[in-house]
């Protein structure tokens, strides 16, 4: 039997190969007997684990299947879960697992291929912290896992738009001129939009149900947003808005059909959320994330933070009432809320950005271009390649790494060396490069951030000039 192990966000396998029906009552059976054991520790207290489950689904190749079959192994634990009437977000699952005050699982790859499905476990409105999900993996194949023959079905669309107009102003939509359109990706989100904007204002595409997802990864990077930016030149739109499979990231096409990166997107909501909406606290974002909203940060006196990848570390701050506002170099967002909500959201992020251009009557590239004069450019690129081997221990990975750096990079001197999640090199002046190594595949993750694409080029090359000889990279 496959190992069913938690990731940076959930457990994810080949459907078929790995991710069965057999493994996903396994892996059921596992959150059950943790959050049973968590509900005895806990006695009488009231925890995040007390209250009934709801599980969910994306529009994967069975994901409702699979959920069904999640539900009845938890009714057979006598946990009270809920299976949501429709495919919904991510997010929608955290916000239930808030105001229920129970666990919550949503059935999901996220932006993997299609031939892939996943699981994601959600504790009080975030997710699960690692000591939750180890504590699942901890009691994978100890129970038997049974199933109950009757379930409960209920709908939680409504809340969860009467959630995400609790949280934007959609007064403020209404004096946008121009029509957006909005890429689902064939994913969970799709037609919420309209629930928000009138039809007059709204273009829709790839909202169709197709678990193929038209051949493109539902992630909403450049390289995935052909059909979004040919539908925002054609209609003349206002800006394309992107959201990934299970709608909890957020990606942008400008007015001219130009894509933005998340590390020109996030420095553009940090600004707003402190300038119009008067957000205070500290800043934090992956280490993987750009320079900018560190330069924000510094200017507005507000605190900053780099984390390691992994949306968990930043909703954990977010959670414990230690930051404001967090980002991650995958499109994912999130900023303080009264709900208690500490998760990324793409639904919500399209919503505020909307908001953005409404309040300030400007077009994404104009948005931008207000950051990148106050506050420099950004030329961001990642790359993504095989190795020979997995690198075991980051650590030694890193040390050796650091006795290869020369003095100075791109003629400026190195100003910091972070090594919380592989290594990153900062550069004076802010131009940075990041070389990160899965810890379970054969690859390495190399990210470069400057001022000019040329630079930027010449950090990549660098980096798989000192990687490659002692990893066999290609």
């Known amino acids: 039997m496959e190992p069913i192990k938690f990731g940076t966000d959930g457990w994810r396998g080949m459907i078929a190969r790995d991710f069965t029906f057999e493994s996903v009552r396994r892996a059921a ?46 009714e057979a634990n006598r946990l009270r879960p809920f299976l949501l009437a429709e495919s919904l977000p991510t997010p929608a699952v955290s916000f239930l697992t808030r105001r229920l005050g129970g666990a919550g699982v949503m059935v999901t790859a996220s932006h993997n291929p299609p031939a892939y499905n996943g699981i994601k476990l959600k504790i009080d409105g975030r997710s699960a912290p690692e000591g939750a999900t180890q504590g699942v993996e901890a009691w994978v194949n100890r ?8 379930i409960k079905v209920k709908s939680f669309r409504d809340a969860y738009l009467q959630y ?10 209404r004096r946008l001129k121009r029509p957006v359109v909005v890429d689902y990706m064939h994913g969970a989100a799709s037609g919420l939009m309209a629930e928000f904007l009138p039809a007059r204002s709204l273009v829709e595409v790839r909202a169709a ?20 930016s040919e539908a925002v030149t054609a209609r003349k739109a206002a800006a394309g808005l992107a959201l990934d ?28 959320l402190i300038e119009r909406r008067k957000l205070k ?18 200017d507005k ?28 170099e995958s499109g994912g967002y999130a900023w303080a809320s009264k709900s208690g909500v500490a998760e990324r959201d793409g639904m919500l992020t399209a919503l505020l950005f909307l908001e953005m251009m409404a309040v300030t009557g400007k077009t994404p590239s104009q948005l931008w271009k207000e950051v990148e004069t106050r506050y420099g450019a950004s030329h961001y690129r990642r790359l993504d390649y095989r190795i020979h081997r997995p690198v075991a221990d980051k650590a030694l990975f890193t040390q050796k790494l650091v006795k290869k750096l020369p003095k100075k990079i791109l003629n400026r001197p190195i100003a910091e060396l972070i090594s919380i999640d592989g290594l990153k090199i900062v550069l004076e002046g802010g131009a940075w490069l990041l070389m990160r190594p899965s810890g379970t595949e054969p690859l390495m993750r190399v990210y470069a951030e400057s001022a000019a694409p040329e630079s930027t080029q010449v950090l990549l090359d660098l980096a798989k000039k000192w990687v490659a000889p002692s990893l066999g990279a290609h």
């Open 164 to 173: 995400l107009k609790s949280r934007a102003d959609l007064s403020k939509l």
């Open 29 to 74: 059976q596992a959150v059950a007997d943790y959050v049973k054991d968590e509900q005895i520790k806990a006695g009488r207290r009231k925890t995040p684990l007390s209250g009934p489950m709801v599980v969910g689904y994306d529009r994967r190749f069975q994901s409702e299947a699979f959920a069904r079959e999640i539900v009845q192994v938890l």
């Open 301 to 328: 006196g507000l605190p900053f933070e780099q984390l390691p990848v992994g949306f968990k570390y930043s909703a954990e701050k977010l959670a414990r009432g230690e930051a404001v506002l967090a980002g991650e």
């Open 209 to 228: 149900h197709d678990p193929l997802f038209g051949g493109v990864n539902p992630e909403p990077i450049e390289a995935n947003l052909g059909a979004l």
């Open 245 to 272: 499979g299970d709608a909890d990231r957020f990606g942008l096409v400008d007015e001219n059909g130009s894509y933005l990166t998340p590390c020109q997107v996030f420095p553009m909501l940090a600004l707003y």
């Open 281 to 298: 606290g500290k800043i934090v974002q992956s280490v993987s994330l750009g320079c900018l909203a560190e330069r924000i940060a510094k």
């Open 143 to 150: 129970t038997a896992p049974t199933r109950a023959p009757e």
